[in-house]
């Protein structure tokens, strides 16, 4: 069964700090990765999707990167706002091809 | 164009009272999938469909829970003699068939069982 661990399990900066998220899972069997911000009572919104044959994807001041064989990805988050204080949740597609299997999250405060 | 939607958004029922949750997906997204967020958890798979029939309800937890899908859009969660354990906010998303195409999430329905 498809583990997914995020760490750390919550995360408070100033404002302007970079930094950068973690995400792992026990099974390397994947067809992709997404990163999805989920603000207080709200649903979830996709940030960035990384396909398997994939090593990275960047929007805007978001980059996140795949290491299939190793288990892990990363967000990173450049000059961060406190507009970025919400929960990051890591999501991978299994070999069902169509259930997300979710960390925990992180839930982050920027502070100003 | 319209995102995911999902009636109600917040959901308070008794226990024992049965309860339904409605999804209306995107227009012309054929796979349509229910999670469950639990607090302080990531939303947890619970049912899959393709079209009209359910391709794995293997995460549902227990035969109080089904899912229908009549007419290959709108879907509804049916909850019958509502437990306090089935408290948590309820997930609709829907997509293209295929595993490369993104899961589209609605806002949810927030269930509280009292």
């Known amino acids: 069964k498809q583990e997914v661990t995020q760490i750390p399990a919550a995360l408070s900066v100033p404002e302007g700090e970079n930094l950068v998220l973690n995400c792992s899972f026990t099974d390397s069997a994947i067809y992709n990765l997404q990163w999805f911000r989920q603000d207080p009572g709200k649903g979830l919104t996709s940030l960035l999707l990384?396909?398997?044959?994939?090593r990275e994807q960047t929007s805007g001041r978001l980059n996140a990167s795949l290491d299939k064989s190793s288990g892990r990805s990363t967000l990173y988050i450049a000059a961060s706002q406190p507009g970025d204080s919400a929960t990051y949740l890591c999501?991978?597609?299994?070999?069902?091809?169509?259930?997300?299997?979710f960390g925990k999250g992180t839930s982050l405060l920027v502070t100003p | 164009g319209a995102g995911v939607s999902q009636t109600p958004s917040n959901k308070v029922t008794e226990k024992g009272k049965y309860v339904e949750l409605r999804c209306d997906p995107i227009?012309?997204?054929?796979?349509l999938y229910w999670y469950r967020q639990s607090l302080g958890q990531g939303p947890e798979f619970l049912i899959y469909?393709?079209?009209?029939?359910?391709?794995?309800d293997s995460g549902l937890p227990n035969d109080r829970f089904f899912a229908v899908r009549p007419e290959g859009s709108v879907s509804t969660l049916k909850i019958q003699r509502t437990e306090r354990g089935d408290s948590a906010v309820y997930l609709c998303?829907?997509?293209?068939?295929?595993?490369?195409?993104?899961?589209?999430f609605g806002p949810g329905t927030r269930l509280t069982v009292t």
């Open positions: 998303a829907s997509s293209f068939s295929g595993a490369a195409y993104e899961q589209y």
């Open positions: 469909f393709q079209g009209t029939g359910a391709a794995d």
């Open positions: 999501a991978v597609l299994g070999d069902s091809g169509y259930a997300l299997n």
């Open positions: 990384i396909q398997s044959s994939q």
């Open positions: 227009s012309g997204h054929t796979a």
